[in-house]
């Protein structure tokens, strides 16, 4: 990765962020949204923006498929705050790395625990 796609990807994550709690108004996404990062395609014409959802899996399934309905429309209003030939494409995938980390915590708690336990 380049450091101008470092760059943009940050600056994206910031834009689509703002404009997600700013502009977009569907009553299925959630306040608990968090753009965990963006990937933009090396020709700059598509991007991944991952997001972490706070809530059910109901929740979080509706709050992406909302995403990605409002995908056009995100891109449209972010589009307008950064200045870029081709403003990319853009897709909405869920992260769930925070869950995974706060798995393997549990399993390392538990882990110890044992240890302490059996001596």
């Known amino acids: 990765m380049t450091r101008r796609t470092e760059r943009l990807n940050s600056l994206l994550k910031e834009v ?17 949204i ?11 014409h598509h991007a991944k923006v991952y997001i972490s959802v706070i809530g059910t899996d109901n929740d979080k399934k509706a709050t992406l498929d909302a995403l990605n309905s409002a995908a056009g429309f995100i891109a449209t209003k972010s589009s307008k705050k950064v200045v870029l030939r081709y403003f990319p494409q853009l897709k909405f995938i869920f992260d769930d790395s925070a869950e995974k980390h706060m798995r393997i915590d549990s399993i390392l708690k538990e882990i110890e625990e044992q240890k302490k336990l059996n001596g």
């Open 16 to 32: 689509i962020s703002e404009v997600i709690f700013r502009e977009v108004k569907n009553p299925h996404v959630t306040g608990l």
């Open 34 to 44: 968090t753009v965990t990062s963006v990937d933009i395609s090396k020709d700059l």
